[in-house]
């Protein structure tokens, strides 16, 4: 089966062939970093997570095979230098704490990062940019106007492809000069601003001035990766006239396809409405993280990125606080089950069982069940990362799992192997963090063991102080088991821990 993407361009699913072998180009816009980022922006750079860890999953048996993924910092544009103005600030001074605040947040989401970051405000981008300008004049897609650049979108007869705008009517020569405009005027937009006062600037052939917004994005893509790229992705609200633009820059300097296929995720909502301060339902991931639900513990970041994660990036995302718990009770199956594994491996089913082994995985005969459901879920996302068939087959991955614990079934350490193996996969591909703990320390193994025994033996007095002594002093957590089933242990790590 091939991977098909829906393309924006198309309107459709199309199979999806990569340009070179072995290698994907990917550009993603990224922030401009004149604020935190909020969730609607997470949920698009969690959906661009999905689509890096997937490709890589997809193509993981290509030798050093590798998702080449650009993404830019908009630290030039005019939202960061309004906001350095008001600070009074310098304007790289401003945004290098909204910078190192969005790559945090990226970290906290578990969010792999990209290849390559470029900054639109680095002299080596300017005079890249400046290139692309002089040649787009050069072949008379663009005009100087009172020393700044405009680009002429008539020169374009494609213009309005992606968004799929008519735009014949408002091309009548009218010019913007802000980055972000109406969503229905077809005007020339602005490549190079002739500089104001109050504004950082650079020396052009035209003057002192600096880029407009759109540029950085077909200047970076270009150099960073190659004139036409595999995927281009953002969220839905950058199509027009973002994506549009780049589009005409591009392939106005280069008579060749920009990018072949364009994807973008839907932005969310928030308790059914769109985020505005003004209706108090609009969170940053920090507003997120610093608040307590109702049993009073903090919203755990793994959960906020599951909920994030767990509706397909074109579908409309409704997110509550109610799935915000839902999210929290998958990741918490997703512990359970994973701790249960390294803890019977940890007690001596055999000691190394905590190590992975792709090889167990794929050969032991108990374990074709998961490998069933892992089919299944992998195809689920070549069709355009189908995530709720994926995630129902993970969840019945775990469900064949815990069947095999209560009493009889005898579970061997090659089994135990695979399942670890499976773990790191899944982790591979959602970026959950499930399987970051690797072994259970040898201290909490004789504790629990000792408690085992005492259960055994009915001694549950003694049995229940050891367990308050593992709670206390060792970062790790009993849980009993079924009956039939041993405890087993699990390290404090989420925040409902
Ligand atoms: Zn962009």
């Avoid at 005409?248 to 990018?259: D, M, R």
């Avoid at 995302?317 to 199956?333: C, D, G, M, Q, V």
């Amino acid at each position: 089966m091939n991977i098909q993407f829906h393309n924006t361009l198309s309107g459709k699913k199309e199979d999806f062939q990569p340009i070179r072998a072995g290698e994907i180009l990917m550009y993603t816009c990224g922030p401009t970093v004149y604020d935190y980022a909020h969730i609607g922006n997470f949920r698009t750079f969690v959906f661009e997570d999905l689509l890096h860890r997937f490709l890589e999953f997809h193509f993981r048996e290509i030798k050093d095979f590798k998702v080449n993924h650009v993404m830019n910092i908009t630290d030039v544009d005019d939202k960061t230098i309004a906001g350095a103005n008001r600070d009074g600030i310098p304007l790289a001074q401003y945004t290098k704490k909204y910078e190192d605040a969005f790559i945090e947040d990226l970290k906290t989401l578990n969010i792999k990062l990209p290849t390559v970051m470029p900054h639109a405000a680095d002299e080596k981008e300017i005079q890249s940019m400046i290139q692309l300008v002089a040649k787009l004049i050069g072949n008379n897609h663009a005009y100087v106007k009172e020393g700044s650049v405009y680009f002429r979108i008539s020169e374009f007869k494609n213009y309005g492809k992606l968004s799929k705008k008519d735009l014949a009517q408002n091309i009548t020569g009218a010019r913007v000069d802000v980055d972000e405009y109406d969503k229905e005027v077809g005007a020339d937009f602005v490549l190079w601003k002739a500089t104001k006062e109050g504004e950082p600037s650079w020396d052009s052939p035209w003057g002192k001035g600096r880029p407009g917004w759109h540029l950085e994005c077909s200047s970076m893509s270009m150099k960073h990766l190659a004139e036409t790229i595999d995927i281009h992705a953002g969220g839905e609200d950058l199509i027009f006239p973002h994506h549009e633009n780049e589009i005409a820059q591009s392939e106005a300097a280069t008579g060749k396809p920009f990018v072949k296929y364009w994807l973008h995720a839907k932005h969310l909502l928030v308790n059914g409405e769109k985020m505005s301060k003004s209706k108090g339902n609009f969170f940053t991931l920090r507003d997120l993280l610093a608040k307590k639900d109702k049993s009073g513990k903090f919203y755990d970041k793994m959960a906020i990125k599951y909920a994030l994660l767990s509706t397909h990036y074109r579908t409309q995302l409704n997110f509550t606080f109610e799935l915000l718990e839902e999210a929290k009770e998958n990741i918490k199956k997703l512990d359970d089950c994973y701790f249960k594994c390294l803890s019977v491996a940890a007690l001596g089913v055999e000691r190394e069982a905590n190590v992975a082994s792709k090889k167990d995985f794929e050969n032991h005969p108990k374990l074709s069940g998961l490998r069933e459901y892992t089919t299944k879920m992998a195809e689920a996302l070549q069709d355009d990362l189908n995530i709720s068939v994926a995630l129902a087959n993970l969840f019945e991955v775990l469900r064949e799992i815990n069947s095999w614990f209560p009493g009889s079934i005898a579970i061997d350490g090659s089994q135990l192997r695979g399942v670890i193996f499976f773990f790191k996969l899944i982790d591979d591909l959602f970026g959950l963090d499930v399987s970051v703990i690797n072994s259970v320390p040898e201290r909490v193994i004789e504790m629990l063991m000792k408690i085992i025994e005492f259960r055994r033996k009915k001694e549950f007095g003694p049995a229940d102080q050891i367990r308050k002594q593992i709670n206390d002093e060792t970062g790790w957590l009993v849980k009993d088991g079924r009956p039939g089933e041993p405890s087993t242990v699990k390290k404090k790590r989420r925040t409902w821990d």
